[in-house]
Nanobody, 125 residues
Framework: QVQLVESGGGLVQAGGSQRLSCAAS????????MGWFRQAPGKQREFVVA????????YYADSVKGRFTISRDNAKNTVYLEMNSLQPEDTAVYYC??????????????????WGRGTQVTVSS
């Protein structure tokens, strides 16, 4: 059974940093493109960042470019999202997702086969 479990969310002040983790079980992340998406209250889920399955390509939403960084630890089967210079508009539930051997078009959520349940990130002004 595949599970993606996000953690690390919480309350942070504007300008602060936070690191989210996504621990995978039932799949090997080195065979998957891994993405982070988010959904703010009253809004549609949106793409944040993705890492291709080969690990050599990353894609960022313009709104987080230069502030957020995705990485993975294959030994721990875990993906991370480092978030810096957080702003209130970054407040959302953050979801981790996996796409088998994904390389292109990773901003499209329908390409991802597996999803976590999300972790809440709240940025106070």
């Amino acid at each position: 059974q595949v599970q993606l479990v996000e953690s690390g969310g919480g309350l942070v002040q504007a300008g602060g940093s936070q690191r989210l983790s996504c621990a995978a079980s039932g799949l090997t992340i080195s065979s998957y493109a891994m993405g982070w998406f988010r959904q703010a209250p009253g809004k549609q889920r949106e793409f944040v960042v993705a890492l291709s399955w080969t690990g050599d390509s990353t894609y960022y939403a313009d709104s987080v470019k230069g502030r957020f960084t995705i990485s993975r630890d294959n030994a721990k089967n875990t993906v991370y999202l480092e978030m810096n210079s957080l702003q209130p508009e970054d407040t959302a539930v953050y979801y981790c997702a996996a796409n088998l051997r994904g390389t292109y078009n990773l901003k499209y959520d329908y390409l991802y086969e597996h999803w976590g349940r999300g972790t809440q990130v709240t940025v106070s002004s």
